[in-house]
């Protein structure tokens, strides 16, 4: 029985160092900052949400990336939701929108995670 047991940890053995960074390779991630967030007019029974980050990816090898926002949502005859929506940030400056019904609104929102990019030699 014990045979047995040595593929299977050699497998997750595999998958586990062989998804961490190799030797003297570091992971950065870029900074995200909201500058701005506005509703827009109702239409057609919703209204989007929408805001304005600015991305600082100085640090990272790569040109773009995801991460996640994080939201309270508030409805008038439903409990609050903490939901998350995925985005992909580019250096500079990035806009993203969420749609949302007559009757919700965002009662909070911050930046949920960001995925680590390899670090700028």
């Given at each position: 029985?014990?045979?047995?047991?040595?593929?299977?940890?050699?497998?997750?053995?595999?998958?586990?160092?062989?998804?961490?960074?190799?030797?003297?390779?570091?992971?950065?991630?870029?900074?995200?900052?909201?500058?701005?967030?506005?509703?827009?007019?109702?239409?057609?029974?919703?209204?989007?949400?929408?805001?304005?980050?600015?991305?600082?990816?100085?640090?990272?090898?790569?040109?773009?990336?995801?991460?996640?926002?994080?939201?309270?949502?508030?409805?008038?005859?439903?409990p609050d939701m903490l939901f998350s929506?995925?985005?992909?940030?580019?250096?500079?400056?990035?806009?993203?929108?969420?749609?949302?019904?007559?009757?919700?609104?965002?009662?909070?929102?911050?930046?949920?995670?960001?995925?680590?990019?390899?670090?700028?030699?």
């Open positions: 029985m014990r045979r047995s047991l040595w593929p299977g940890l050699s497998a997750c053995a595999l998958a586990v160092f062989g998804l961490a960074p190799a030797a003297g390779q570091t992971s950065c991630q870029p900074e995200l900052t909201f500058k701005e967030t506005r509703f827009s007019e109702m239409q057609e029974q919703h209204r989007t949400w929408t805001a304005v980050l600015t991305v600082d990816a100085s640090s990272c090898a790569t040109t773009s990336g995801s991460f996640f926002i994080s939201f309270i949502r508030l409805k008038e005859v439903a929506e995925e985005f992909t940030w580019r250096p500079g400056r990035v806009e993203v929108a969420v749609d949302f019904w007559a009757d919700e609104a965002v009662l909070d929102y911050w930046i949920g995670s960001i995925a680590l990019c390899p670090c700028r030699d």
